[in-house]
């Protein structure tokens, strides 16, 4: 028989750099969770990305066991690396901080094609220039 899922968490974390400080420890201590279970294997699983912010899914069942899995780096900070950004736009429709080209799309959204909601490439490639136009990148072919 199947565990009792109770909790799904998501976390944003440095990567190889997770401490039982917040945002890991107040999160994984609220439910339980035996913190120094998901710090070791995770900051060794994500020593690699160090230096990039990468996103967790933390499943927590009933018997405070849990699993967990890390989705890689978030599609705005790709955006951000890939074009030399420092952060979005305020004001993204008028204030425009950046261009982006179809290639440079295209390789973000390889990198992310299992976690993105799009069926092919053209799909996930339209998702990511959705990102890129709500942070004030201009999207150019």
């Given at each position: 028989?199947a565990k009792k899922?109770?909790?799904?968490?998501?976390?944003?974390?440095?990567?190889g750099?997770?401490?039982?400080?917040p945002?890991?420890?107040?999160?994984?201590?609220?439910?339980g969770?035996?913190m120094?279970?998901?710090?070791?294997?995770?900051?060794?699983?994500?020593k690699?990305?160090?230096g990039?912010?990468?996103i967790?899914?933390?499943?927590?069942?009933?018997?405070?066991?849990?699993?967990?899995?890390?989705l890689?780096?978030?599609?705005?900070d790709?955006?951000?690396?890939?074009?030399g950004?420092?952060?979005?736009?305020?004001?993204?429709?008028?204030?425009?901080?950046?261009?982006?080209?179809?290639?440079?799309?295209?390789?973000?959204?390889?990198?992310?094609?299992?976690?993105?909601?799009?069926?092919?490439?053209?799909?996930a490639?339209?998702?990511?220039?959705?990102?890129?136009?709500?942070?004030?990148?201009?999207?150019?072919?």
């Amino acid at each position: 028989m199947a565990k009792k899922i109770i909790g799904n968490l998501k976390l944003r974390i440095p990567a190889g750099r997770a401490t039982a400080g917040p945002p890991v420890g107040s999160t994984l201590g609220q439910w339980g969770l035996n913190m120094m279970d998901f710090i070791n294997p995770f900051n060794e699983a994500t020593k690699g990305d160090m230096g990039k912010d990468v996103i967790v899914h933390i499943q927590v069942y009933e018997d405070r066991t849990f699993t967990w899995r890390s989705l890689g780096q978030p599609v705005d900070d790709m955006i951000r690396d890939k074009i030399g950004i420092k952060k979005g736009s305020g004001k993204p429709h008028s204030d425009k901080v950046g261009k982006i080209t179809r290639k440079q799309l295209e390789e973000i959204a390889e990198a992310k094609k299992d976690q993105l909601n799009a069926i092919d490439l053209d799909g996930a490639v339209k998702v990511v220039a959705g990102s890129a136009r709500s942070m004030g990148v201009e999207v150019v072919d």
